[in-house]
């Protein structure tokens, strides 16, 4: 859900007119009139719904997500409605990932007991339900990965049934800077990514260029950005799948794939320290530099993030969110995720105090304590069967 450093951004404020536009919910304008946090219109056939927060990249909150699952809801069933697409306001990207300061007043609000429920919790509740339902959607869901597209932006594009990338995507699921764990079916996403490299992306944090998200397979076509006006209008008339393929362009190299030999290697270790003494020890200078960068990282969110993706590897979609309900719910009693987002987005003094300060002083059974069932607080996944059963 989290892209580090998304919320609370400047930058430029506008949306796209045309088609039948309504919205609900709203940010504020650069003039200071309300706008809609979610548009959505329709243009012909295409149903086309865009993120509308661009002074904070689009971070989601929990009304844009309870925004979004209602507009898909509507138009699943809608026979005027043939194809649903997603993109985001502004120049600077889809989704840069979810309010973390929201979720940091959250965890230290003066009143918090350790029994008191989170507010977060009913959050990813409903952004989880909005992943699956995605994944599940009953017409083509075609979203534009274009610029930021970080956290909680992969929730909801990764899971739709067209990715589209361009030369300026930067995607990724970068929470082990904040002290977190992928989410949002990110570890079921890199879980199943070629080998270690998912693994490998979730510890580093990095971002992922074009080239790399195809090759995980958290998208499916290269796209110029300046074909994305030209994609959308034929969608109003046009299959995706044909539209797609018309307009792509050449997959651009991927660093993941060139680094296939040295990441095969350090993973085969069974702990994340292994791991990354395994990368130190290499003879590839890119897998010495990786592990300095896993170093700066929390050490818990590093050795749970390496457990969360392995468990991915080996379940569906329904089973990475439950492991990722159990192990958000942890993170927000712990030390580490409080911390990084002080570090990285409040003070933004970019000197996080990790509890424990190295891998090395990690208690042995912490990443499979944080996956553990979690009886008093199951994630219900039920009203998304509800609205389109499994298959």
């Given amino acids: 859900m989290l892209g580090a450093g998304a919320a609370g951004q400047p930058g430029p404020d506008h949306a796209p007119s045309g088609g039948s536009a309504t919205g609900t919910g709203h940010a504020a304008s650069g003039t200071g009139a309300p706008e809609p946090t979610v548009l ?10 865009t ?4 002074r904070a990249v689009n971070a989601l909150n929990h009304e844009m997500v309870n925004l979004l699952w209602s507009q898909l809801v ?26 973390v300061v929201a979720i940091h007043a959250d965890m230290t609000r003066p009143d918090r007991t350790p029994t008191a429920p989170y507010d977060t919790m009913g959050f990813w509740r409903d952004e989880y339900r909005l992943n699956l339902l995605i994944s599940r959607y009953p017409k083509p869901y075609v979203a534009l990965m274009d610029g930021l597209v970080l956290g909680g932006g992969i929730g909801v594009s990764a899971h739709g049934s067209f990715r589209v990338v361009t030369e300026r995507t930067r995607s990724g699921l970068p929470e082990t800077q904040i002290g977190f764990s992928p ?33 995980l397979g958290l998208a499916d076509a290269f796209v110029p950005s300046g074909a994305l006006p030209e994609l959308l209008d034929r969608l109003e008339r046009e299959e995706p799948g044909a539209v797609i393929e018309a307009l ?25 320290l292994d791991v990354v003494r395994a990368l ?12 300095e960068v896993i170093r700066g990282k929390s050490p818990t969110a590093v050795a749970v993030a390496l457990a969360a993706v392995r468990a991915g590897a080996g379940t569906d979609l329904a089973g990475a969110l ?27 003094d970019r000197t996080p105090k990790w509890e424990p300060a190295r891998l090395e002083d990690l208690s042995p059974g912490t990443a499979e304590a944080y996956l553990a069932p979690l009886p008093h607080l199951p994630l219900d996944l039920s009203p998304v069967d509800a609205v389109i059963p499994p298959a």
Avoid: M
Avoid at 40 to 49: D, K, N, Y
């Fill in 74 to 99: 509507r138009w699943a069933d809608d026979p005027a409605i043939a194809t649903v697409a997603i993109q985001g306001a502004g120049e600077r990207g889809l989704c840069a990932g979810g309010d």
């Fill in 280 to 291: 130190e020890a290499s003879e590839a200078e890119e897998a010495r530099g990786a592990a």
């Fill in 322 to 348: 439950k492991n990722e309900w159990r192990v958000g719910y942890r993170f927000l009693g712990g030390h580490d995720f409080a911390e990084g987002i002080r570090a990285q987005v409040i003070d933004k």
């Fill in 51 to 54: 993120l509308n927060r661009p």
């Fill in 183 to 215: 989410d949002v079916g990110g570890t079921y996403l890199l879980g199943h990514a070629p080998g270690a490299a998912g693994a490998h992306a979730a510890l580093t944090g990095a971002h992922l260029d074009a080239g790399d998200a195809l090759y």
């Fill in 248 to 272: 792509a362009a050449p997959a651009p190299p991927s660093a993941l794939r060139d680094g296939e030999a040295w990441i095969e290697e350090a993973y085969a270790g069974r702990t994340a």
């Fill in 40 to 49: 959505a219109e329709v243009r012909g056939r295409l149903g086309l719904i």
